[in-house]
């Protein structure tokens, strides 16, 4: 099946900096990639979609500003969570758009 | 916009029983329906899918049923094991040609030894 690889898996970081998750599609081409928040408990909310050469689409309530991402190739997404503050401490989860989508195996992003 | 609504939240069987859960979908456009299992920690990792061309598919213990006119589909699950207990979250596409993909609110199944 198709692989999708997300880095890092867990990050700690403090209020006011910034950090980059990468998506990566490790087995097929990606033209569009899905990024997803997680709370405890709770269901997948789609963040926004990115597309290989083009702007990210974003959902309503979420700040373009604030939740960066650039889809530079294929195979590979970057989310870059800017000027973090602990409200942004969650679960980040990439997808690949292959035939379904596949999803990376998340990043736990905690901000103190 | 597409709403999918999942029932139940949670669900508790023995080992061995059938578990079912369903979910609605209110997009009548909708055409792709795939379902994920989530266990702690992990990925979402697709277990079955189903497209509006069918109205049924199975993979060994997995089974998934479309209803097109009632709008809903169910998961079945047949002679379940404790390894099966994850949460359980349904999906259906927004519109016809879209890969974007709205979830459920997910079914914690247990599975008792």
């Known amino acids: 099946g198709a692989v999708v690889s997300q880095h890092p898996s867990r990050v700690i970081c403090k209020s006011g900096t910034s950090v980059k998750i990468e998506c990566r599609s490790l087995?097929?081409?990606?033209?569009?990639m899905f990024w997803y928040r997680q709370f405890p408990k709770q269901s997948l909310m789609l963040m926004a979609t990115?597309?290989?050469?083009?702007?990210?689409?974003?959902e309503q309530g979420v700040e373009k500003d604030k939740f960066l991402i650039n889809h530079a190739s294929l195979t590979l997404s970057t989310l870059t969570v800017t000027s973090a503050h602990p409200e942004d401490s969650s679960f980040y989860i990439c997808?690949?758009?292959?035939?379904?989508?596949?999803f990376g195996p998340g990043t736990r992003l905690t901000v103190l | 916009g597409e709403n999918v609504e999942q029932h139940p939240s949670t669900l508790s069987v023995q080992e061995g029983d059938s578990a079912v859960i369903k979910c609605t979908y209110s997009?009548?456009?909708?055409?792709?329906f795939p379902w994920y299992k989530q266990e702690l920690g992990k990925r979402p990792q697709l277990i079955i899918d189903?497209?509006?061309?069918?109205g049924e598919k199975k993979d060994q213990r997995i089974a998934v049923t479309l209803n097109k006119t009632a709008k809903h589909f169910s998961l079945h699950i047949t002679e379940t094991q404790p390894e099966d207990s994850a949460v359980y979250f349904c999906?259906?596409?927004?519109?016809?040609?879209?890969?974007?993909?709205?979830f459920g609110k997910g079914t914690k199944l247990t599975v008792n030894p």
């Open positions: 990115s597309n290989e050469g083009s702007k990210a689409t974003y």
């Open positions: 997009d009548s456009a909708s055409n792709y």
């Open positions: 997808s690949a758009s292959g035939t379904t989508q596949y």
């Open positions: 087995d097929f081409q990606a033209t569009t």
């Open positions: 189903i497209r509006s061309n069918v």
């Open positions: 999906a259906a596409s927004i519109g016809s040609g879209s890969e974007k993909l709205v």
